[in-house]
């Protein structure tokens, strides 16, 4: 069985989020702090081995004093994030362990992650090297500058990339060790790093019900999609709520 080390960044600024007492990861969802949600669905996993939380350093004090009991019996690792994404996962990525094969990163801030989603992209992983879930763009999506449409841009091939993304050990590595520091400020996901050394990244169908709780909106909609996640039966399938299941899959 293929082992696997989980990177959860929470190390953000949440700017977008606006909110004057949380940050979006540690806003309660349900009872629980949203962070909490994203761990739990790798942590009774036979081949999860290791699972790294990524905060900032100026989360660290209020953090421990809400969180320290949580991170003591389930068995986190917490690390101190850098001033963007990138560095922040390079700094859970250093701390990964030898003895495993795969890394995957999802994020903090995307609670509402079902378990057959999360088979699909290991094995996806395991059989290519890199995967990460996505769903296909329905909109009509169009470019704009200043506030005025200058064109629509064809949806075709166009994916919206989620999470968990899931590459070996060695090939995210590699990635970190080539990029520079200015790849590091601007990159939003890991795949965007390893694309850059010409690897190929196979895409895996998600859901639109993994959505990345950004604003205050996607916190009222998470609430929801908890509800609405697929579930295994007795017989450890996975179902769900709505006959068709299509638009949810």
Request: glycine content about 4%; aromatic content about 8%.
């Amino acid at each position: 069985m293929a082992s696997f080390s989980v990177i959860i960044p929470a190390a953000g600024k949440s700017s977008r989020f606006k909110d004057d007492y949380y940050k979006k990861p540690f806003i309660p969802l349900e009872n629980r702090a949203v962070w909490l949600h994203s761990v739990e669905k790798f942590l009774n996993r036979d081949d999860v081995k290791q699972l790294i939380l990524v905060i900032s350093a100026e989360d660290r004090q209020e953090f421990q004093e809400k969180f320290a009991a949580n991170v003591a019996i389930l068995g986190i690792e917490v690390v101190e994030g850098g001033d963007s994404r990138g560095e922040s996962v390079r700094n859970a990525v250093e701390r990964v362990r030898e003895d495993l094969d795969f890394i995957c990163v999802h994020d903090a801030a995307r609670p509402c992650l079902a378990d057959v989603w999360i088979d699909r992209v290991f094995d996806a992983a395991v059989s290519s090297g890199a995967a990460t879930l996505g769903i296909e763009v329905t909109s009509t999506i169009k470019k704009v500058v200043d506030g005025v449409i200058k064109e629509t841009i064809s949806r075709e091939s166009l994916w919206e990339s989620q999470t968990p993304q899931v590459f070996s050990r060695k090939l995210l590595l590699d990635a970190f060790a080539a990029a520079s520091d200015d790849q590091l400020r601007q990159v939003t996901d890991e795949a965007q790093l390893v694309e850059s050394q010409g690897v190929e990244i196979k895409m895996v169908t998600g859901s639109p019900l993994n959505r990345k709780v950004t604003t205050r909106a996607d916190l009222v909609f998470a609430r929801q999609a908890l509800k609405a996640l697929p579930k295994p039966d007795l017989l450890g399938r996975q179902t769900h709520p709505f006959q068709d299941g299509d638009m949810w899959r």
